[in-house]
């Protein structure tokens, strides 16, 4: 059993399209971050986020703690927002947990 | 800054070679994360240091990997000997406090293909 789970596994959208992806977990959280992994493989933090909601341009994030999911948004998406995104939970014993990844690919 | 510091991008090497793979944190970050990828696993964390000690080894896979961090601007991951099970890219990150509070800030990777 996973511990984070991811959904959808691949995307694929049209530029300008609104796009979800959801994340799911089942234990106790410090926090949740959701990374962004592009294609030549770097991997940059995107939220870090223990309650509520964040925004940072056309990325939005959410969390609902009690529901134990949370949603990252892609506004107006471009084709470069085309990688991998991925869920991490951080636990209060300093573990974390990661999920598989979700695959957005965004057509011009 | 330069931001987090991983050396080799790229090894190959034989099996039963020793592996050494390089890190250098961002300055001023007290912790420092090894993370290894691979395609059926994904991201999985190996091993955390604070203030260069090891707090958290419980994902170092088996006896052949260690890590040390003799200073606080560098880190090392070793595999001896390695396997081609342990192809895979290694990450290194680096953040203020710990990753729960804190955001990590990753290195290039350094792809490892074991033969």
């Known amino acids: 059993k996973n511990e984070v789970e991811q959904s959808p596994q691949n995307l694929t959208a049209q530029e300008g399209e609104f796009i979800t992806i959801n994340c799911s977990y089942s234990?106790?959280?410090?926090?949740l971050h959701w990374l962004q992994q592009h294609p030549g493989g770097g991997i940059v933090s995107l939220f870090m986020l223990s309650s509520g909601k964040k925004k940072h341009g056309r990325l939005i994030a959410t969390i609902n703690i009690q529901e134990k999911h949370s949603s990252l948004h892609i506004t107006a998406s471009h084709p470069r927002d085309s990688a991998v995104y991925i869920c991490?939970?951080?636990?209060?014993?300093?573990?974390?947990?990661f999920g598989t990844g979700t695959s957005l690919t965004v057509i011009p | 800054d330069a931001g987090v510091i991983q050396s080799p991008r790229h090894e190959v090497t034989e099996m039963g070679q020793e592996v050494t793979l390089r890190c250098k944190p961002i300055s001023g970050h007290d912790y420092l994360f090894w993370y290894r990828q691979t395609m059926m696993r994904g991201l999985e964390l190996l091993i955390y240091?604070?203030?260069?000690?090891?707090?958290?080894d419980s994902g170092m896979p088996e006896d052949r990997f260690s890590a040390k961090m003799p200073n606080a601007s560098f880190s090392t991951l070793k595999i001896q000997p390695s396997e081609p099970r342990d192809s895979a890219v290694y990450f290194c990150?680096?953040?203020?406090?710990?990753?729960?509070?804190?955001?990590?800030?990753f290195g290039p990777g350094t792809r490892l293909t074991v033969l």
């Open positions: 991490a939970v951080s636990l209060p014993g300093n573990q974390f947990y």
């Open positions: 990150a680096s953040s203020r406090w710990i990753g729960g509070s804190d955001t990590q800030y």
């Open positions: 240091f604070n203030n260069n000690v090891p707090i958290d």
């Open positions: 234990v106790g959280i410090s926090a």
